[in-house]
């Protein structure tokens, strides 16, 4: 079937160090997505990518990093910069047919202790 | 800018009643608008959207009406289940450049009791 594939779903990190959420999709969507959401804040805009070897920054790209090498992946990094890493993480994707639709992954939960 | 903004929750209702979960929004252009829905620990899944005005997005009994004139798109449902409860996402295609870019508002927590 096809979908996006986040992982790892929970990962705990001590202050100070670099963790990397993995985003894997094979639906061929050209265009991928990170977004970032806290309780009661909804989803704010980490970062996008329309085609491989391009990215922009969203709303909130301050101490994240991100690559796309390939068009099936779109890893993210938060960096030890990231005053406030502790957040639930979704990546999306969309192929650009249906105005604005966005497919999800489960997300990746993380816990900075 | 682009904005979306919903009615505070928890919004919390008995089996069979009326939903309707408040939608505004603030936009330039013609943007499409969506509901998504996110069910416990999971992603976001597409509920229904419309792409322009006076378009009415429907699936698994919601419904919504993209309303130009008075900038809403409100969620509606005439009789909810225990199933329905989740978290509701109200959202706008934000940039003409890449459709994709969504903005959300902060989203509206439904509990259904039995």
């Known amino acids: 079937d096809g979908g996006i594939t986040q992982s790892p779903k929970y990962l705990f990190r001590k202050e100070g160090q670099n963790v990397t959420l993995s985003c894997e999709q094979n639906?061929?969507?050209?265009?991928m997505y990170w977004y970032r959401q806290d309780p009661g804040q909804g989803l704010r805009l980490i970062y996008y990518?329309?085609?491989?070897?391009?990215?922009q920054k969203g709303d909130i790209a301050e101490g994240y990093s991100v690559s796309r090498e390939k068009k099936e992946s779109f890893p993210l990094t938060v960096t030890s910069a990231q005053k406030n890493p502790t957040a639930f993480y979704l990546c999306?994707?969309?192929?650009?047919?249906?105005?604005?639709?966005?497919?999800f992954g489960e997300g990746s939960r993380l816990t900075v202790l | 800018g682009n904005s979306v903004t919903q009615m505070e929750g928890p919004v919390t209702l008995s089996e069979e009643a009326f939903l309707t979960i408040n939608c505004t929004y603030t936009?330039?252009?013609?943007?499409?608008l969506f509901w998504y829905v996110q069910y416990p620990g999971e992603g976001l899944q597409l509920l229904l959207k419309?792409?322009?005005?006076?378009d009415k997005g429907s699936n698994k009994g919601f419904e919504a009406t993209y309303r130009k004139e008075t900038t809403s798109f409100h969620l509606e449902k005439g009789s909810v289940q225990v199933s329905d409860s989740a978290v509701y996402f109200c959202?706008?295609?934000?940039?003409?450049?890449?459709?994709?870019?969504?903005?959300f508002g902060q989203g509206t927590t439904l509990q259904v009791k039995p």
């Open positions: 936009a330039t252009g013609y943007p499409s």
């Open positions: 419309a792409t322009k005005a006076d």
């Open positions: 959202a706008l295609s934000g940039w003409s450049g890449n459709t994709g870019k969504l903005i």
């Open positions: 999306a994707s969309n192929g650009g047919g249906q105005a604005g639709e966005l497919f």
């Open positions: 639906l061929n969507h050209d265009a």
């Open positions: 990518s329309q085609i491989v070897n391009d990215f």
